[in-house]
């Protein structure tokens, strides 16, 4: 019987224990004697969001079919589990051995928001592993950064010893090979550094300095150590269907966010929406084949005995076998019982017809994404969509039976006027008319349109990261005026409109930007006691404004001012593939409200084609 790492009585004490205790269906277990790696994979929030990252599954399975490596799973405690961790001086621990995060050899932390940045801080702190990277010792593990915040790494540059930019599939084994000659060898921690400075995607911090202009701007950010190079490009996975895929996926013990099987059917997406940054970084497009994703479907709900499956891409209408997988996965499993979820389809005939056989329509709800209300901002932003195929779209689901549709907008775009924000609601309603169209024996009693504004935030890698953004004020009086106007409309009764919260927003735009001058930031907050900052029940922006003054730091330099042209960003050592000039050139496009074809349309040279395939070459060799 393994030793919890947690006695009873604290496990009695605290809301959902089965966070803590590891040991689920397909949890990996070896003996630590036996190997010469041990290797805390971390997700910096609760486990139930934590347990449904795909790419955590991917690396953990990947790094344990390695006889030499044992890969452990590691979450942030929920406030009430933190308090008594600090009050009994409880390290913070792995879910299979229960052994402290301290005594492993690395400590991977994979970083999806720009709002869990305080969370990493507690796992730093509950392991008891110096915050800055500089102060770490031999007997410290390896602290390595993930994810799609790591294509800006620098607010957390003192933070990490090193990060892995790009997909986990290709460099990891060297890096790992490497470690195990250098472990064996008794070389020092900073020789280690130096030695994977050189593998390409791996970027060191304390390799680097930065240098400031007399106005705050960045004026030179190089290399400090022969060993490290000027530029940093991040890894691709050319060949995903053969990549590495978890067959055996570990079953969470309480309901995750995401209780089931996912298949990853493509990476990258074709459309080119000029605020989205994964549709920036994650080109080309690469498609998975078909055959091999209904022989995953079957494996893995038989080792897993989930009973929902759901394809993951960016745009998953955009898979050119869509058709035949979705066919497939109906008639091979509706009749055990196994519900299927297609999100990220755009709302065609097709889509519609597939969803009437997989969905209960009584129960659902259909998404659309127009994220703008006219469709002067549509073409501002690159969406490839008009407000006929929004109608359409809706038009042929009300037909089909379907009363509840969810409309996802942004406020604060680039060129944003107040007849743009007014259209969201009039949009709203016209989707609502739609429904009323419908002769009154057909319908189903009434329909429901919720729309919901989230706020623009500027990323690196995308054409309008040059934008300025709003202040907390001036995103609520935009969605002020939005809510106004609908309760203007005809169909107001029918209409429901929600925004997310301005002052999140704000702090992301900082983080989403901000050099390595905001880790002091981001520091003082998690000492002010700021934690689970995406959880609304936890969020305190009053302890962030006092983090901001305390260090005095401006937010309106990072925030409200709109780039130059030729201004260094923090991230401009990090080569994506796709080239600065492009996104330059979308951005004079967006002000002019040109629209750009998707890349199976027409390539628009944006410099992705520099990795050798995807759909950079369908059809040409």
């Given at each position: 019987m393994r030793k919890l790492a947690l006695d009873d009585e604290i496990l009695l004490n605290i809301e959902k224990p089965?966070?803590?205790?590891?040991?689920?269906v397909n949890a990996v277990m070896k003996d630590p004697s036996k190997v010469d790696i041990r290797f805390a994979m971390c997700f910096p929030d609760v486990y139930e969001i934590g347990m449904?990252?795909?790419g955590?599954?991917?690396?953990?399975?990947?790094?344990?079919?390695?006889?030499?490596?044992w890969c452990e799973r590691v979450y942030s405690p929920w406030t009430d589990l933190d308090k008594v961790m600090r009050e009994k001086k409880i390290p913070l621990f792995a879910l299979e051995s229960q052994d402290p995060v301290r005594e492993f050899d690395f400590l991977g932390i994979t970083i999806q928001f720009e709002m869990c940045y305080t969370n990493i801080l507690q796992i730093l702190d509950l392991s008891g592993i110096p915050l800055h990277a500089e102060e770490r010792t031999e007997k410290d593990p390896i602290v390595i950064g993930g994810g799609p915040c790591t294509y800006n790494p620098e607010p957390l540059a003192e933070f990490f010893d090193l990060f892995y930019i790009g997909e986990g599939e290709t460099v990891y084994n060297e890096l790992l090979d490497i470690y195990k000659e250098y472990k064996a060898a008794g070389k020092s921690r900073r020789e280690f550094l130096e030695a994977v400075a050189g593998i390409e995607g791996i970027y060191v911090p304390q390799f680097y300095e930065a240098e400031y202009n007399e106005d705050g701007t960045l004026k030179s950010f190089s290399p400090q150590n022969e060993k490290a190079p000027e530029r940093v490009r991040k890894q691709v996975v050319m060949d995903v269907t053969d990549a590495p895929y978890p067959m055996k996926p570990v079953v969470p013990f309480i309901k995750a966010t995401q209780d089931r099987v996912v298949l990853e059917i493509q990476r990258g997406c074709i459309r080119g929406c000029r605020f989205c940054q994964a549709g920036m970084i994650y080109r080309p497009?690469?498609?998975?084949?078909?055959?091999?994703?209904?022989?995953?479907?079957?494996?893995?709900?038989?080792n897993t005995g989930h009973e929902e499956i759901s394809l993951s891409s960016l745009s998953s209408s955009d898979y050119s076998e869509l058709k035949e997988l979705v066919l497939?996965?109906?008639?091979?499993?509706?009749?055990k019982g196994i519900n299927i979820s297609l999100p990220s389809l755009r709302i065609d005939a097709f889509s519609?017809?597939?969803?009437?056989?997989?969905?209960d329509i009584r129960k659902s709800s259909l998404t659309f994404a127009p994220e703008a209300g006219s469709q002067r901002m549509r073409d501002v932003i690159n969406k490839g969509l008009t407000e006929e195929d929004i109608l359409e779209g809706a038009g042929q689901a009300f037909e089909g039976g379907w009363t509840k549709v969810k409309l996802y907008f942004m406020l604060g775009l680039p060129t944003e006027k107040e007849e743009d924000m007014k259209e969201i609601a009039r949009l709203s309603d016209r989707v609502a008319r739609k429904y009323y169209e419908i002769p009154k024996e057909q319908r189903h009693g009434k329909c429901q349109i919720t729309a919901s504004s989230s706020f623009f935030v500027p990323?690196?890698?995308?054409?309008?990261?040059?934008?300025s953004m709003c202040t907390a004020e001036e995103y609520v009086r935009r969605a002020s005026i939005v809510k106004h106007e609908f309760q203007e409309q005809l169909n107001r009764?029918?209409?429901?409109?929600?925004?997310?919260d301005a002052e999140v927003t704000v702090l992301e735009g900082v983080m989403a930007r901000g050099d390595r001058r905001i880790g002091k930031v981001i520091e003082r907050a998690y000492e002010l006691g700021c934690l689970f900052d995406s959880w609304t029940e936890s969020f305190n922006n009053d302890l962030w404004m006092q983090a901001f003054a305390e260090t005095e730091t401006d937010i309106a330099f990072y925030n409200l001012r709109e780039r130059k042209p030729d201004e260094l960003f923090p991230w401009d050592f990090i080569d994506v593939g796709v080239k600065r000039s492009f996104l330059y050139k979308e951005w004079e496009r967006a002000m002019q409200g040109v629209v750009t074809p998707n890349c199976r349309m027409q390539c628009s040279g944006c410099g992705a084609a520099g990795f050798g395939g995807g759909v950079c070459y369908e059809g040409k060799n």
């Open positions: 089965a966070r803590y205790i590891g040991g689920e449904s990252h795909l955590i599954q991917i690396l953990y399975d990947m790094f344990n079919q390695r006889e030499d490596v497009t690469r498609e998975r084949s078909v055959e091999r994703l209904k022989e995953y479907a079957r494996t893995m709900l038989e497939f996965l109906i008639d091979e499993f509706k009749e519609l017809d597939v969803m009437n056989k997989v969905q990323k690196p890698f995308t054409p309008f990261q040059w934008a009764k029918s209409l429901r409109y929600n925004w997310h």
